[in-house]
């Protein structure tokens, strides 16, 4: 891949916690309409190299390029504008509020309103309205949650959860999703799900970005793989490559390379 | 969906529509000048409670210094009235935009602090704010107070004046005041800014996921709930003719946030009724002389333990309930 299609380029990223090196020079690029997984063991500097992408944590060295656009210095929230939504490890959904309106809440820097609207809601206001609402319907029928949206996002099953944070993320109209641990804490059905919603995005031209830690859920749905241990990139390559890495086999497998 | 939220929307203004007309009623069934002072005070401290309601129920940001955003409203008002001989409108804005901006300034350490950091924040700003009107005695007299303020100026229509030395005409004026703040505060949190601000309140980092400016949104939480206090203060001035500090000393913001709690946080009716419960039911306790407080705890007490969304809570269960009942009758109506 030239560095040119790339919608999102990351350059040398570091990044130590007190004495750790939590992320030592990961450099990684993502073309558009593909799929790429971080994967390592537990402790590897996925989740710290995801939230160096998003913007979660300044990292320590190194640059973060999207769309041929220093993003670095922005915070998460000026990330989201450019493009760049995510999912977390840990479910951090609006529990108290019902599921549609979680998925609305993605909406936020998408709204067309007049400023004087907000205070007197006038035809724009309802067309608005109406439009998040019935995009937001289409998200929730994407993510298998039709017929959920009253419920309350803190009501539902922990793999519901999940699709929601994943119709929430796609409601800011992301270019390039990061996705952390889809798949913990998810049934086979529910796994396999959740693959067939990523490959459909990337058939649309989304780039995503997924870290997991279980090898052969990413074998299934990735084009390229990015395999991290003790913070360092191990190998980068298809999953084809990566299956028959001895490297990688000896970082999972602890055996002697 | 939409239908649901425009029978929802109409339901509401019918509501607007009653309030409005159990303003104009009230004091033709209050006569004497102690109800009618009472309703007045009812009307203020809907605003105050209202406005707090923005920043604590929404945001989610605790505030414990609306007494101080309410006394500057107050003060600034009522001293560029006496000193600077400005008309009382003028005053009122430059009331409400004093408060507006310390609240903002405020705000910025809710940037940094939350939870009950930023309680205690808040809370020292009231102290300090109170601190500086009861000491700075060239500018406020101190503890001696300002006496003779007048209340707002009559407004002249053909053949009509409505004098605000009236405690009747000046409820109108504060009610009216009340249920605009209410309207204002209603549209916003039925915009998708109430939902920008429910998930800052939720879960901050998740909210800046989906392109949420937190920092901004408190700012403007702040500035809008504090500007209400503010417009309350400047009516407080102008009704009671007199300002002392201890007028808004802490205990005021402890009691306001007791009005939005018993009434129901995160709810913009709940507060109204949670407002003018806490006014009017110590006035009924008076007979027992201290003992009020005790009740007045206990009272409180029970309705954090027992139902924590506070009377909008209980009014919505009474309501399914009843919706549930009457929905049976016609199932059993049926054969």
Redesign the interface.
Same mark, same amino acid.
């Given at each position: 891949m030239s560095d040119a299609a790339a919608i999102f380029r990351a350059v040398g990223l570091s990044k130590n916690f007190g004495g750790v090196r939590a992320v030592k020079d990961v450099s990684l690029a993502v073309a558009p309409a593909t799929v790429f997984a971080i994967i390592g063991p537990n402790g590897a500097g996925k989740s710290t190299l995801l939230n160096l992408i998003?913007g979660?944590h300044p990292p320590d060295a190194g640059t973060v390029m999207f769309n041929s656009l220093d993003v670095t210095a922005l915070?998460?929230?000026?990330r989201? #504008?450019h493009g760049l +939504?995510?999912t977390?490890q840990k479910i951090?959904?609006?529990?108290?509020?019902s599921v549609i309106?979680n998925v609305?809440?993605?909406?936020?820097?998408r709204?067309r309103?007049p400023a004087w609207?907000?205070?007197?809601?006038g035809t724009a206001? #309802?067309a608005?309205? +109406?439009r998040?609402?019935?995009e937001a319907?289409e998200l929730l029928a994407f993510v298998g949650l039709s017929g959920r949206g009253q419920a309350l996002a803190g009501a539902l099953s922990y793999g519901e959860q999940r699709m929601l944070e994943i119709a929430?993320?796609l409601?800011?109209a992301p270019r390039l999703l990061l996705i952390d641990e889809p798949a913990a804490g998810l049934n086979a059905a529910e796994v396999e799900a959740l693959l067939e919603r990523i490959r459909v995005l990337r058939q649309r031209g989304m780039a995503v970005v997924v870290v997991e830690h279980n090898m052969d859920l990413v074998m299934n749905v990735a084009d390229r793989v990015l395999v991290m241990d003790y913070g360092e990139p191990l190998f980068e390559g298809t999953p084809a490559e990566v299956q028959v890495h001895p490297g990688v086999i000896a970082a999972y497998l602890g055996a002697e390379s | 969906m939409s239908d649901a939220y425009s029978a929802a929307g109409r339901a509401r203004w019918w509501g607007i529509l009653a309030a409005a007309c159990v303003i104009a009623v009230l004091p033709l069934v209050f006569r004497d000048s102690y109800w009618r002072t009472n309703l007045i005070v009812c009307a203020l401290n809907v605003m105050l409670a209202i406005g707090l309601d923005f920043v604590v129920g929404y945001a989610g940001q605790l505030n414990l210094g609306q007494s101080a955003f309410y006394g500057i409203g107050a003060y600034v008002s009522t001293l560029l009235i006496m000193r600077l001989g400005l008309p009382f409108w003028p005053a009122f804005v430059c009331g409400v935009v004093a408060s507006a901006l310390s609240g903002m300034v405020l705000s910025l350490f809710a940037v940094r602090l939350r939870g009950h950091y930023l309680a205690i924040a808040s809370l020292g700003f009231a102290v300090i704010t109170y601190q500086v009107l009861l000491n700075w005695i060239s500018l406020t007299q101190g503890p001696l107070g300002i006496y003779g303020i007048a209340p707002p100026p009559p407004v002249g229509l053909p053949g009509w004046q409505i004098d605000f030395t009236d405690l009747a005409n000046l409820f109108y004026l504060v009610a009216g005041f009340a249920l605009l703040s209410y309207v204002l505060l209603d549209q916003l949190v039925r915009s998708p800014i109430g939902e920008t601000l429910t998930a800052i309140r939720e879960d901050e980092v998740s909210a800046a996921s989906l392109g949420i400016n937190a920092r901004l949104w408190k700012v403007f939480a702040f500035a809008v709930g504090t500007a209400v206090a503010g417009g309350a203060g400047c009516f407080y001035a102008g009704f009671v003719g007199t300002l002392v500090p201890d007028a808004f000393f802490i205990t005021e913001s402890f009691n306001i946030l007791a009005m939005v709690i018993v009434g129901g946080m995160g709810t913009l009716s709940g507060p109204v009724f949670g407002a003018i419960l806490l006014t009017v039911l110590p006035e009924f306790l008076r007979g027992i002389g201290d003992l009020r407080l005790i009740v007045y705890g206990l009272a409180l007490t029970l309705v954090v333990l027992f139902m924590p969304g506070g009377i909008a809570q209980a009014l919505r269960l009474a309501r399914d309930r009843l919706m549930r009942a009457s929905s049976r009758q016609t199932a059993g109506a049926k054969p």
């Amino acid at each position: 891949m030239s560095d040119a299609a790339a919608i999102f380029r990351a350059v040398g990223l570091s990044k130590n916690f007190g004495g750790v090196r939590a992320v030592k020079d990961v450099s990684l690029a993502v073309a558009p309409a593909t799929v790429f997984a971080i994967i390592g063991p537990n402790g590897a500097g996925k989740s710290t190299l995801l939230n160096l992408i998003s913007g979660v944590h300044p990292p320590d060295a190194g640059t973060v390029m999207f769309n041929s656009l220093d993003v670095t210095a922005l915070p998460p929230h000026a990330r989201v #504008r450019h493009g760049l +939504a995510r999912t977390f490890q840990k479910i951090r959904l609006f529990k108290q509020l019902s599921v549609i309106d979680n998925v609305v809440a993605g909406f936020h820097a998408r709204h067309r309103i007049p400023a004087w609207q907000y205070v007197w809601h006038g035809t724009a206001f #309802r067309a608005d309205r +109406a439009r998040c609402r019935a995009e937001a319907a289409e998200l929730l029928a994407f993510v298998g949650l039709s017929g959920r949206g009253q419920a309350l996002a803190g009501a539902l099953s922990y793999g519901e959860q999940r699709m929601l944070e994943i119709a929430r993320a796609l409601a800011t109209a992301p270019r390039l999703l990061l996705i952390d641990e889809p798949a913990a804490g998810l049934n086979a059905a529910e796994v396999e799900a959740l693959l067939e919603r990523i490959r459909v995005l990337r058939q649309r031209g989304m780039a995503v970005v997924v870290v997991e830690h279980n090898m052969d859920l990413v074998m299934n749905v990735a084009d390229r793989v990015l395999v991290m241990d003790y913070g360092e990139p191990l190998f980068e390559g298809t999953p084809a490559e990566v299956q028959v890495h001895p490297g990688v086999i000896a970082a999972y497998l602890g055996a002697e390379s | 969906m939409s239908d649901a939220y425009s029978a929802a929307g109409r339901a509401r203004w019918w509501g607007i529509l009653a309030a409005a007309c159990v303003i104009a009623v009230l004091p033709l069934v209050f006569r004497d000048s102690y109800w009618r002072t009472n309703l007045i005070v009812c009307a203020l401290n809907v605003m105050l409670a209202i406005g707090l309601d923005f920043v604590v129920g929404y945001a989610g940001q605790l505030n414990l210094g609306q007494s101080a955003f309410y006394g500057i409203g107050a003060y600034v008002s009522t001293l560029l009235i006496m000193r600077l001989g400005l008309p009382f409108w003028p005053a009122f804005v430059c009331g409400v935009v004093a408060s507006a901006l310390s609240g903002m300034v405020l705000s910025l350490f809710a940037v940094r602090l939350r939870g009950h950091y930023l309680a205690i924040a808040s809370l020292g700003f009231a102290v300090i704010t109170y601190q500086v009107l009861l000491n700075w005695i060239s500018l406020t007299q101190g503890p001696l107070g300002i006496y003779g303020i007048a209340p707002p100026p009559p407004v002249g229509l053909p053949g009509w004046q409505i004098d605000f030395t009236d405690l009747a005409n000046l409820f109108y004026l504060v009610a009216g005041f009340a249920l605009l703040s209410y309207v204002l505060l209603d549209q916003l949190v039925r915009s998708p800014i109430g939902e920008t601000l429910t998930a800052i309140r939720e879960d901050e980092v998740s909210a800046a996921s989906l392109g949420i400016n937190a920092r901004l949104w408190k700012v403007f939480a702040f500035a809008v709930g504090t500007a209400v206090a503010g417009g309350a203060g400047c009516f407080y001035a102008g009704f009671v003719g007199t300002l002392v500090p201890d007028a808004f000393f802490i205990t005021e913001s402890f009691n306001i946030l007791a009005m939005v709690i018993v009434g129901g946080m995160g709810t913009l009716s709940g507060p109204v009724f949670g407002a003018i419960l806490l006014t009017v039911l110590p006035e009924f306790l008076r007979g027992i002389g201290d003992l009020r407080l005790i009740v007045y705890g206990l009272a409180l007490t029970l309705v954090v333990l027992f139902m924590p969304g506070g009377i909008a809570q209980a009014l919505r269960l009474a309501r399914d309930r009843l919706m549930r009942a009457s929905s049976r009758q016609t199932a059993g109506a049926k054969p």
